[in-house]
């Protein structure tokens, strides 16, 4: 090691004796430090607590012991709400995530047209998306309503069939699908960034191909914005799997168990029942879920997303 | 749990920092952003349960506050009116005793228990709480609160409570709490609707009580639609209803279990080792329930209910003829000074029945002056020491105030409670409120309620089959929950 260390004073002797970091990165993370700590403590302190809890019968109140995986036997085994609250999220998330981002990228390329008080439009869109979740959620329960509600009133306009919506348990979820896309206005901006990106000379080449308005979102628009249909796809994955506070506010997990979200269900678990072991193991699971899900679609990407000229 | 609102926040700015990359970073950021988004996500799924803290069980905290005079911390829930009324109690208690402190410390209904089970954690629980039963038990099983039995056994009062407002456990040999207060179900009713259909009002004498086809009969004919025809007429139409006859919320435990109790069924049987709302005379109450919505149309749906007002303010606009409610909505009716109400007893299926249910304040264990807390706790007993009795939110829990005429005017305010108060609330309670809610003395009562009970109760009341279907398959969840009573 010292022979080599001579041999690279010795070739390049102007140079200065390297700092272990530069002036530029320690500042830097300095000046992150808040985050990254506020990382470590509020994030992955509780995520390890609660993967250690998991495995115990924590309970707030009571004395604890380490029960090993009998939470997790528990969970894959008899617990029927289990089942029920990972099978209505999971639906839920695979409606709403294509749905949005359909919906999203549709109303972001209609906005990225030049036409006249754009930015009113776009302002409009995105709006709803300021609205805090539990606001809405109260709008959306008058909404609802099978007796005054507006899409009832708009059904009966069109001469179709009331609906109970969230009052029913075979349309709650599907109300709270349609009640998502209230809030993709980020969603939708983010496309839009992702539209002004695109160059124009890869339209102008379609064009010169004689390529029509089709030919150019299939050919250009589409694998131009697959990067980030892959962010606001791992995104909204994540979002709809911890779906909480539509269903804590506007159904309580009802009719029945018909909108017991997974995340009602832990909640009720840890904080109406006091079984926070138990609830641990239902967070650890979760988290799982996320992980695989998310894993997957980034192994899938490379398959679907192009990254315009760095390939 | 990550709020999407809060998620959509910061993505734009990522956005912008991303139009600005070059391919490269751009994927990188892509990638990068997208799995730093999944991991604060998955944290904070995690942290969602573990977020109250790692603690197990601590000893109490020294706690710096505490000096001498002996100073006790006093959580407790309320509405603004509540909130005044207990600190102004506090005062008068600590103005008559030197030598104790009660420090209220107001916690608003919403996130209640999570804020006590966060304080437990933290090492800091407070000296004396309102508490809801089935985390009081909770509390008590893993000896969080203190055993009462040894103040309450030599308590010279304690003789003349009222039956049942004395919460044991460990098969009845350990004492939780006692009451905070109580409050009794009833029939409120708005009486110019009464007298517009030349209706008798409600009996007030627990003996002449409605039975329950007469009181679907009244419902029928104080129902109306909104072209004036009430709901005995054949052409009522059900699908546009401008008067209710009746509000009954068949979900909530003091509206169904008197109405039960009524008719010879119970929560739990056996030692409350058996599930007892899938028997005969529990499904029968619900089904009925269930009709007063869906087939005489005389009460409005859930998806109605959770639109509409409240019942003062539907009975004050005249839209609501009836009430089934807690004695504790006298507060609410009785300040709307436009509504001219009365109240009357409870219609029956076999015998006339109503509830005694209140809120068990408890002492922690970890309370470092138990005789000064059982002081207070004894203290506000009494009606004339708090507002809240005449103010028609709390009953007393003092036998000799529902017996002795001169303790009964402390409470029983004219300028408050109607005339038939004194039937409806003093004799009615005294008399017919003889059962225990079970919430009191069953075991494992969330999980029960949780897992089975409330979801069948929300598919009844949005008539998603019928009583017996459902409670059938309640029972089927239940049944295996039921672990016994703590009573014996």
């Known amino acids: 090691m010292s022979s080599t260390a001579d041999l690279q004073t010795a070739t390049v002797p102007t140079r200065k004796r390297r700092r272990w970091i530069s002036s530029e990165a320690m500042w830097g993370l300095i000046c992150v430090s808040p985050a990254i700590l506020g990382f470590l403590l509020w994030d992955i302190g509780p995520m390890i607590a609660s993967i250690v809890l998991s495995f115990s019968d924590w309970s707030v109140t009571g004395t604890t012991s380490w029960i090993g995986t009998e939470n997790f036997q528990r969970l894959f085994g008899d617990d029927a709400l289990f089942r029920q609250s990972a099978q209505v999220t999971l639906t839920y998330a695979f409606v709403s995530v294509p749905l949005q981002i359909i919906v999203a990228m549709a109303l972001a390329l209609l906005l990225n047209e030049k036409v006249k008080g754009l930015p009113i439009f776009r302002t409009i869109f995105y709006v709803p998306s300021t609205v805090p979740l539990i606001a809405s959620s109260m709008i959306w329960l008058w909404m609802y309503n099978p007796d005054f509600g507006l899409f009832n009133a708009v059904l009966n306009f069109f001469g179709l069939p009331e609906q109970q919506w969230i009052f029913s348990s075979d349309t709650v979820v599907l109300s709270l699908i349609i009640m998502s896309l209230w809030s993709i206005g980020p969603m939708m901006i983010i496309f839009l960034a992702g539209l002004t990106a695109i160059p124009q000379h890869l339209y102008d080449a379609v064009s010169v191909d004689g390529g029509n308005v089709f030919n150019r979102l299939w050919t250009v628009t589409i694998p131009m914005l697959t990067p980030t249909i892959l962010f606001n796809l791992v995104l909204s994955v994540i979002t709809s799997l911890q779906t909480f506070t539509q269903a804590y506010v506007m159904t309580d997990g009802g009719p029945g168990n018909a909108s017991l979200f997974y995340g009602l269900y832990l909640y009720r678990t840890a904080f109406q029942q006091g079984e926070f072991g138990y609830a641990a193991s239902l967070a650890v699971v979760q988290f799982a879920v996320i992980v695989v899900l998310s894993l997957l679609v980034f192994r899938t990407s490379s398959r679907w997303v192009h990254y315009g000229g760095d390939t | ?488």
């Open chain 2, 1 to 488: 749990m990550v709020d999407s609102n809060q998620k959509s926040t910061s993505t734009p700015a990522q956005t912008g920092s991303i139009k600005q990359s070059s391919t490269v970073t751009r994927r990188r950021l892509l990638h990068g952003s997208a799995a730093l988004a999944g991991s604060v996500a998955g944290a904070s799924v995690l942290g969602s349960a573990a977020a109250s803290g790692g603690a197990i069980r601590r000893p109490a905290p020294f706690n710096l506050i505490r000096q001498d005079p002996a100073e006790l911390v006093f959580t407790y829930w309320g509405s603004p009116q509540e909130q005044e009324a207990v600190a102004q109690m506090t005062e008068g208690f600590n103005a008559e005793h030197p030598d104790i402190t009660v420090r209220p410390q107001y916690v608003a209904n919403d996130g209640y228990s999570e804020k006590m089970t966060t304080m437990l954690a933290g090492g800091n629980p407070p000296d004396l709480a309102y508490m809801g039963a089935d985390m009081a038990f909770q509390w008590a099983l893993d000896g969080q609160t203190l055993d009462l039995s040894p103040w309450v056994e030599d308590d010279p009062e304690t003789p003349t409570l009222l039956d049942g407002t004395t919460y044991r456990y460990d098969d009845g040999t350990k004492v939780l709490s006692t009451s905070l207060a109580i409050s009794n179900t009833l029939l409120y009713y708005n009486k110019p609707l009464f007298e517009e259909a030349e209706i008798e009002a409600p009996p007030v004498d627990a003996a002449s009580a409605w039975t329950w086809d007469e009181f679907v009969e009244v419902c029928k004919l104080l129902t109306k639609d909104r072209d004036g025809r009430n709901a005995t007429d054949p052409d009522f139409n059900a699908e546009n209803i401008d008067v209710y006859g009746v509000a009954a919320n068949l979900e909530f435990g003091p509206v169904y279990m008197p109405l039960i109790w009524s008719n010879g069924g119970d929560y739990a049987l056996d030692g409350a080792t058996e599930f007892g709302l899938n028997k005969p005379e529990a499904v029968e109450v619900f089904q009925r329930l269930q009709d007063l919505i869906y087939v005489h149309h005389v009460a409005p749906t859930p998806a109605q209910s959770s639109s509409l007002p409240s019942s003062d303010v539907l009975m004050r606009t005249g839209k609501l003829a009836m009430d089934i409610n807690g004695m504790w909505k006298v507060l609410d009716y009785s300040q709307s000074e436009e509504l001219e109400w009365g109240m009357g007893v409870l219609p029956m299926f076999k015998e006339p029945h109503t509830s005694r249910f209140g809120i068990p304040l408890i002492v922690s264990s970890a309370c470092e002056y138990p005789d000064q807390a059982y002081e207070f706790y004894r203290w506000r007993y009494s009606p004339e020491r708090i507002d809240l009795y005449e103010q028609g939110l709390w009953m007393p829990i003092q036998s000799s105030y529902y017996t002795e005429e001169d303790k009964i005017s402390q409470w029983i305010d004219p300028d408050v409670f109607p005339q038939e108060a004194r039937q409806v609330l003093v004799d009615y309670t005294l008399n017919y409120a003889t059962k225990q809610m079970p919430e009191y003395y069953v075991k494992n009562m969330a999980a029960i309620q949780n897992e089975a009970v409330e979801p069948a109760l929300s598919a009844i009341a949005a008539n998603e089959g019928t009583a017996q279907e459902l409670l059938d398959q309640a029972a089927e969840t239940a049944q295996p929950l039921m672990q016994g009573s703590y009573l014996a």
